[in-house]
Every structure is written in structure tokens, then in C-alpha cells.
T-cell receptor
Framework: AQKITQTQPGMFVQEKEAVTLDCTYDTSDPSYGLFWYKQPSSGEMIFLIYQGSYDQQNATEGRYSLNFQKARKSANLVISASQLGDSAMYFCAMREEETSGSRLTFGEGTQLTVNP | DAGITQSPRHKVTETGTPVTLRCHQTENHRYMYWYRQDPGHGLRLIHYSYGVKDTDKGEVSDGYSVSRSKTEDFLLTLESATSSQTSVYFC???????????????FGSGTRLTVV
């Protein structure tokens, strides 16, 4: 079974609008971490935001926030006030602390295009 | 930025030839990883290392071997390259802080390997 599922292969958003990228995960590990990475066309992997399974509040980093719904096993990324430079591939990833140690498992990604 | 470099950045090789990719870090991080990225699959873990001479397999390890003889270098070897190993290869590093919490991950710039 897929551990990380990103159901949106491609998303489009108008500049200055907010967009939500979906991520659901599957784990029985009580301790885990969820990550979002951005990969622009240049290819580098850029860390955006992290949410721990025991964190009480949803993570936020500037224009990025993570809508963490533990019971639903979802960790959606919300980008507010989209910019043209946000056009990129976005990956959700999970680290299962007890079962996988330090390894990171990725979803297939969502290609976001921001239109002017 | 964390010091992590991959070499070469690009390589074209013939089927059946051996290929070695190098990942070099200057951060003294304990954990190192090799991922491959293919369209529709996100990043998939090939092998990882949790210390000098300590390595383990990831989800797509067939056809690959690794070595880590010193902290700063993690080598990925394709013993006999096949066309299915044409991919972009990423190295990543991570470590725990003094409180035992795990850092995030820093990725190299990637190596684009083409097997013809």
C-alpha cells in the first residue's frame, strides 16, 4: 500500500490566490513526521515545512501552512497569496520514527502552475 | 547552506558498464541516503547509511551497491548499468541534534544519469 498519496498530479492557481495541495498518509507508527518539499524546474529539493505527529498546532512557515488532520491522516499544504515563483513540483514525505528510523518516504508529487 | 555535493552532475554511459556516483558532505552528518527520481514515482530510496560502514537497503536496491568508508563520502555503484537505471539520482544527509531530535534533510543537486 502507498504510504504517501498525492492525488493531484497537476494543479493550477491564479496569482495572489491561495491553493491547497493534498497529501494523505498511511502509518501505524505512533511517532512520525511529515515534510513538504518544493522542486522547481532547476531540480533542487527545497524544504518547506515540517509537522510532527505529536505537535499540537499546525505548522506554519511564512506563506506556507500545513493543515494537519491526524484522525483523517491528511497533511495538506496551503500556499497563501500564490506567486509566479511558486510554480514547481511539490512533494509530501513522511518519516516513521519507530519502523523506518531516519528514512524518508515520498509521494509522487503535484505539479503546481501559477498563472498571471 | 549545508555542504553536500554530488558528482558527476551529468553522465551518459553504455549498457553493461559500471558507474559510480559520489556524494560528499562537509557537515559531519551521520545519515546519508541515495534516492532516484523518475516521473510518476516521486523519490524512491535506493540505499542509506547510518554510519561509517553501516548501510542498508531501501525500496529499490536491486542493481545497486553502496559504500561508506568515511563519514563524508557515500558512493553509489551500478555494477552493470541498464537502461532502466536512467534516472536522476539525489543524495541527502541528516542527523540528530544534541537533544536527540532528528534534523531535517538536505539534498544534493542531483546527478542525471543516462544509460544508452
Amino acid at each position: 500500500a502507498q504510504k504517501i498519496t498525492q492525488t493531484q498530479p497537476g494543479m493550477f492557481v491564479q496569482e495572489k490566490e491561495a491553493v491547497t495541495l493534498d497529501c494523505t498518509y498511511d502509518t501505524s507508527d505512533p511517532s512520525y513526521g511529515l515534510f513538504w518539499y518544493k522542486q522547481p524546474s532547476s531540480g533542487e529539493m527545497i524544504f518547506l515545512i515540517y509537522q510532527g505527529s505529536y505537535d499540537q498546532q499546525n505548522a506554519t512557515e511564512g506563506r506556507y501552512s500545513l493543515n494537519f488532520q491526524k484522525a483523517r491522516k491528511s497533511a495538506n499544504l496551503v500556499i497563501s497569496a500564490s506567486q509566479l515563483g511558486d510554480s514547481a513540483m511539490y512533494f509530501c514525505a513522511m518519516r516513521e520514527e519507530e519502523t523506518s528510523g531516519s528514512r524518508l518516504t515520498f509521494g509522487e508529487g503535484t505539479q503546481l502552475t501559477v498563472n498571471p | 547552506d549545508a555542504g553536500i555535493t554530488q558528482s558527476p552532475r551529468h553522465k551518459v554511459t553504455e549498457t553493461g558498464t559500471p558507474v559510480t556516483l559520489r556524494c560528499h558532505q562537509t557537515e559531519n552528518h551521520r545519515y546519508m541516503y541515495w534516492y532516484r527520481q523518475d516521473p510518476g514515482h516521486g523519490l524512491r530510496l535506493i540505499h542509506y547509511s547510518y554510519g561509517v560502514k553501516d548501510t542498508d537497503k531501501g525500496e529499490v536496491s536491486d542493481g545497486y551497491s553502496v559504500s561508506r568508508s568515511k563519514t563524508e563520502d557515500f558512493l553509489l555503484t551500478l555494477e552493470s548499468a541498464t537502461s532502466s537505471q536512467t534516472s536522476v539520482y539525489f543524495c541527502a544527509i541528516s542527523d540528530r541534534d544534541t537533544n536527540g531530535r532528528k534534523y531535517g534533510y538536505t539534498f544534493g543537486s542531483g546527478t542525471r544519469l543516462t544509460v544508452v
